[in-house]
């Protein structure tokens, strides 16, 4: 089997260091990067169910709630079955269909992935490997929450029907080829040298301009002003959650139990840390009072950001990015998006669009080279004397904005060939619970 | 035989009651409600947004009485939920044609207490 | 002290030549398989508060949620208590009372079990082992779940009291004797050959045909009609927290991590997914729309199904099992149930033990022989050439059923000596939190 | 650099002998102790946000519910800035600004902690090492829990921005130095030789006194009467999520995924399920029903009453602590309080204070020298025939008590110059969601 | 035209139902209330004290109906809720100047039912 | 003075209160409430069971006004509410006896607005 050196966009050219050096020892099972990667699965599993369901269910009104959640447990189940199936031989089989772009169907149902077979991937350790399942369903659990992130902009407001379509659509049409291109040793981006080490692109990026087409092409909700959120304690709840899953998500991508995903753990909490003081401070300043829906909000910013940079920069590099980020996404959320007047009903591409562009670019100049040192590469940002590497990630953010973009624009008007996107108004005021699943999610008397 | 309804602040809640176990009037049936008076409020922010419903949450207070309780339970009532800002609430009064105790059977005056 | 070759039953036969084959090197601690295996055990603590909590909780009456949290609670802290005290000695010990059905109080207290005593259990792994005192807690938390599922069956009209001795009596009487049967080497059970990988017995049939058992004889609810569930989100949030925490209890059920734990894992997931997705499928046909607890319901049912099947079995057999064992119980639940007018007020009988036969019986069907390959063993179902195996299974659901069933029954008869089952009607009406234990969960005004 | 031998002040004298051993391996990097330690941070951030939360919020009323949460979330944010920054240096460093008493500032920002260093700490493990970075960040939601804990005796009283000065000042002033004292190498109090396997004294005495000097400064709620908790599922949650998370926080104490470790989790979960037993019980005798509130706070009071004694005592003595602390606690709780009337509105004292207090001397009773004999090492209690153990973990007691007593004075009354520590009556009456923060947790219709 | 309040526990609202549809009485508005009444009721105790706040949970029914069907009403009302304990609740009656019905306009009797 | 008293779909509270403001109506009390009425409304199905329960989610609205405005708001409400579906709701009028304004105790006419 040919030898794949990492997944990591960024490791292109340091890798062929980094294989020639660790080329020697044959890879076998560790079983503790095998440990910290099961827990770190069943973490990323987490985010989408229950933690981003309670995120975005309290934000939305009472007669909504269940289809947020409907939404976010849907896209855990369909994006499963489409990963197991084919989506993850598509995604990261070595022989392609389409060079650069698209795997092929060799690990179908993931075929030949039988329980003694390592990861041909591998991050920061070179000998110890996990089973080339636990590496499938790591990837699994980001293919699943990325179309649930989405599911943010577009709530209150989408038929069920479409949901379902769309979500397959798009996970097999966008999603797929992006993780392609971005994380398979073949892929074209990959070939870029874009820093990326969780996900910033393929997951953020991408989902943020998707809910940037839809809710364009979808319209506002029909009553579109500000209401208050139904139960901001499920938020609450949601965005710590969504915090402690993230440990999983961006100190799991090292791929092993040892220093890197050590670093990338400091620099996720630190930024969460940072963004979530930075949003309520400005709440404080503009609007008199810290909030508490802004310092969740502040949180999962940090966390958007730094998932690009999570095992690439040093923990006061970690809190820069969540600080700046969080300016910039108060900024695009309280003025912005009022001045344009789309109905991003949950802020997911104010806050995973530009979170993760901001993300990406800042990896682009605190990249500290001190990380790597010891595991045979350098990552340097402009910061650290590389200025060359900012314009690396802007390439890579303008591709997968575009990809994700335009990408989405077309698979929506592709499955509005079949079905309409929206409720009816009458619907939409009734609520989708009752509408679109014949249920409510709490009684008043019992 | 009157119904005395007020609307009032929710945190003086605690305050009528007192006023009106002083006053001798014991038994009421409360509610949550939502009031949109004269009082604006502060609209709540979320993610830099103005809440633009304007519905305040209020307490809704039922009293039934006979017609020598009218008087001291209106001015308990305002002894209790008196603050003097705007939003302090109203009392509506209405007459009951008839009041029943379901125990008993009893019915009128004698089953209002 | 005598080496036992492995606890689970399927492996009687298969595990001699194992043992054999890894008779030579010394047991060691692995820190790797210790570590997932501590990780499993809080995830599967996790399954019966908070989740099953919130599952169940979500379903009942708003009089009767703090009931219902409590019995999961309490079953929790009663039999950690029994586990320790005796209940994994009788359980687990290799020296019997009774032979075959009952171990003896050899380790009570966990006596002997110092921490650097290794476990004499082990799965896929010979060499790399956990503590004794990890396995020991790992055990612990599925003989704590099991009585807390059955509550499911008898929710909104059982005395506190009543539930409580119940509980333990069933515990040491019921449980405990069957995981000796079926899990220790000297069982009966185990010595039939049944497959069985993480509990299909043990801890759903069982759980299911004992709440069976219970409704039957504690009857029906006073008012008997169908109630809205006061509170669909915590349901919601139970089931994703149930399918969080099953990682633990499948996946950590090959005591190791492993390429084995890896593929349970992957069978876990594939089988929730594809269930998942079949019961609001089911809805839609039938009803006309999707259902969220649809969704979650069958998200259970292909975790249950799953449980006996999950190191065996392929993905595509997983998703095969999931999707069965959600029609089976999806018309056990909406059809057979109302036609033979028990009260199996959450379905605890018409998931878990329904779910549990399917999966026992397609276990059978689908066990793919080149997942052990390599590990030295052979587990084929009929698919793949052993119909047999279908037989066997089928002695294996007779047996637990009929030992859960009537065992339970005259339990409850002995309880019910001493103790009312049923709280008053008129306790009924005012609900179980206030006439059981004077609180109330929610408050209306503060 | 500098070997420390270990952070644990048990370890005092034994540790000379376990280093002398231990010197010839060389430390190296155990994957599986690594695994362990990251999920086990994540776990113990876990118990802040969302366990915390909403153990507290479910207990305050409606229009206070965020003000708790946020308060708990903001612990999180503003201590993991302090850590990073300088308070982990502070408390950790061996060189010393205060010799004894305070570190220094070489491990500010974790400079010179590159991913590959090996954490200089070790308890049972000294061989396989976990990343320094790791260690940190375990240490770092130790850090993090301890402030929040104290929140829940000012609740529904305190300005927000009181809190964040207070938090801030009380986290560099007291627990800083605290930590350095009882667990650095050169501690004051790490020489007298207390046991205190996971933060008996650092985090709960510590949390619990300085909860009795806040609110006998900051006075009773205005409206000071016993109310109904406004949502006691979210409790149990909080109880049951605190359950999960504490074995992170105390057999992650070992810094290993071994049998110290393993042993640790095992006392963890009978101690818990003990005093959860104990407390409905007491319940049932005096106030005639075995309460759900009672058995989420019996098993909490069990967990604190453990955290010291976690690694040192059998599974009989984990529960004798649990129990006895249950009934001790109880009494201060329903009675005493009520005497003496304090305000400790959700008993952050009464069961921190009092049940760190109570579980720091047992520890020095039921110690069993059993457990640490295979790794060379002996702790023994007054049981265990060494009663002095019982007089030098009543000094370690006095020692923390006096210094978070009156250290929280202090610190409070230093706030208390530059900002008043209480909202308004009319705040009061009104509800701190609304008046610190602008927010509503529920809409009534929406 | 009157219109017929009752405040009954909560958990005999479906025997008034039932008893309501027996009368032929069929239009009813329900809400959720707290009651002070004569009933006491065991205070909850929550960690050891008692609840002080004295509020009891309680179902109010509210029923528009024609003359005839006022005694009806009230009977039908007493069958379902009357337990013979404290607290079982009132019914207070009141004079109805108009009624009607939104979907077609129609007003008075007409519009009751 | 009269009380005006309508119960609506949860969804035209926003058309309905649009429609009383356009009528210089401003002041109401608003609660969630539970009908039983003609409408039947499709039964929620859970797990493939029918939910028996019949009562629907409505809004009630509580208005009081001066004699000169019952008419404007009667027809405010209707405007607002009606959409010709069984379900629309009712409107119910009573006689005030007194209005009290809390804050100021003023009476009558000039404590309703
Ligand atoms: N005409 C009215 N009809 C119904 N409810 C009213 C009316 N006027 C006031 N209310 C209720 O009383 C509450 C307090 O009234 P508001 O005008 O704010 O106070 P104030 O009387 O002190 O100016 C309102 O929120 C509303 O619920
Ligand atoms: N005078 C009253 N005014 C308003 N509500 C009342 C009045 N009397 C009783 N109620 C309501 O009726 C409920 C039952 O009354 P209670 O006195 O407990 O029962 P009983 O009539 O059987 O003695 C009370 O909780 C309260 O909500
Ligand atoms: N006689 C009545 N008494 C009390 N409430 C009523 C009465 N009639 C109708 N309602 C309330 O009005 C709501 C709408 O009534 P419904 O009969 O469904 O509408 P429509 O008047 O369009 O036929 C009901 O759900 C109920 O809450």
Same mark, same amino acid.
């Given at each position: 089997m040919k030898r794949f050196s990492s997944f990591l966009t960024a !490791? @292109?050219?340091?890798?062929a260091a980094l294989s020639a050096q660790t080329a020697a020892p044959t890879p076998v099972l560790s079983s503790g990067n095998t440990a910290w990667l099961l827990a770190a699965t069943a973490l990323v599993m987490f985010m989408t169910a229950p933690a981003l369901g309670l995120f975005y269910g309290g934000l939305v009104r009472k007669k909504n709630v269940l289809s947020v959640l409907m939404?976010?447990? #849907?896209? !855990?189940? *369909?994006? /499963?079955? *489409?990963?197991?199936?084919? =989506?993850? /031989? +598509?995604?990261?089989?070595d022989t392609e269909i389409i060079p650069g772009v698209l795997g092929d169907f060799k690990w179908a149902f993931f075929n030949?992935? @039988?329980p003694e077979v390592l990861s041909p991937y591998y991050i920061s350790d070179a @000998? =110890?490997?996990?089973?080339?399942?636990?590496f499938a369903m790591f990837q699994c659990m980001f293919a699943v929450i990325t179309p649930a992130l989405i599911a943010g902009a577009f709530a209150e407001r989408m038929k069920f029907s479409f949901f379902v379509l769309f979500t397959a659509l798009w996970e097999i049409l966008i999603y797929i080829p992006l993780a392609h291109m971005v994380w398979s040793a073949n892929g074209v981006l990959f070939k870029l040298g874009v820093l990326d080490f969780a996900g910033g692109t393929v997951v953020h990026i991408n989902a943020g301009f998707a809910a940037l087409a839809v809710v364009l092409l979808l319209g506002k909700r029909s009553?579109?002003?500000?209401?208050p959120p139904h139960n901001l304690a499920y938020t609450m709840m949601g965005a710590a959650m969504l915090w402690f899953g993230w440990f999983g998500f961006n100190a799991g991508s090292s791929l092993a139990a040892d220093g890197i995903g050590a670093s990338a753990f400091v620099a996720t909490n630190s930024a969460a840390a940072a963004a979530g003081l930075v949003?309520?401070?400005?709440d404080w300043l503009i609007n008199k009072r810290p909030t508490i829906l802004g310092a969740? @909000? =502040? #949180?999962?910013?940090? !966390?958007?950001a730094v998932t690009p940079a999570a095992g690439f920069v040093n923990p006061a590099g970690a809190m820069a990015i969540g600080a700046i980020a969080t300016i910039v996404c108060f900024f695009m959320v309280t003025v912005v998006k009022e001045k +344009? =007047?789309?109905d991003d009903a949950l802020d997911a591409f104010g806050c995973h669009g530009i979170g993760g562009i901001v993300g990406a670019l800042l990896t682009g100049v605190f990249a500290d080279p001190r990380l790597w040192k010891a595991f045979g590469a350098t990552y340097s940002g402009a910061l650290y004397g590389n200025p060359g590497q900012l314009g690396i990630q802007a390439i890579g953010v303008l591709v997968s904005v575009c990809l994700a973009f335009f990408g989405t624009l077309i698979i929506y008007k592709l499955v509005d060939l079949v079905l309409r996107a929206r409720v009816s108004v009458h619907e939409e005021e009734v609520g989708l619970d009752i509408t679109q699943h014949n249920e409510r999610a709490y009684t008043v008397i019992d | 035989m009157k119904m005395v309804i007020a609307i009032i602040q929710p945190w003086r809640l605690e305050y009528v009651k007192e006023a009106l176990y002083a006053a001798e009037v014991k038994l009421m049936t409360v509610s949550e409600v939502l009031g949109h008076g004269r009082q604006d409020g502060a609209p709540e922010i979320y993610r830099g947004q103005k809440e633009t419903g304007n519905l305040l949450r209020k307490i809704r207070l039922e009293i039934a009485v006979n017609e020598a309780f009218v008087e001291p339970t209106i001015a308990a009532i305002q002894k209790g939920a008196k603050t003097g800002e705007v939003g302090d609430g109203k009392i509506f009064v209405y007459e009951l044609a008839e009041v029943v105790r379901i125990r008993t059977g009893e019915r009128g005056g004698k089953a209002i207490g």
């Open positions: !490791l @292109t050219l340091a890798v939404q976010c447990f #849907a896209a !855990l189940a *369909i994006v /499963s079955v *489409i990963w197991v199936a084919f =989506g993850y /031989s +598509l995604a990261f089989s030949g992935m @039988t @000998t =110890g490997r996990v089973p080339h399942l636990v009553n579109h002003r500000t209401l949003w309520p401070f400005l969740a @909000t =502040g #949180a999962v910013v940090g !966390l958007v +344009l =007047g789309y | -």
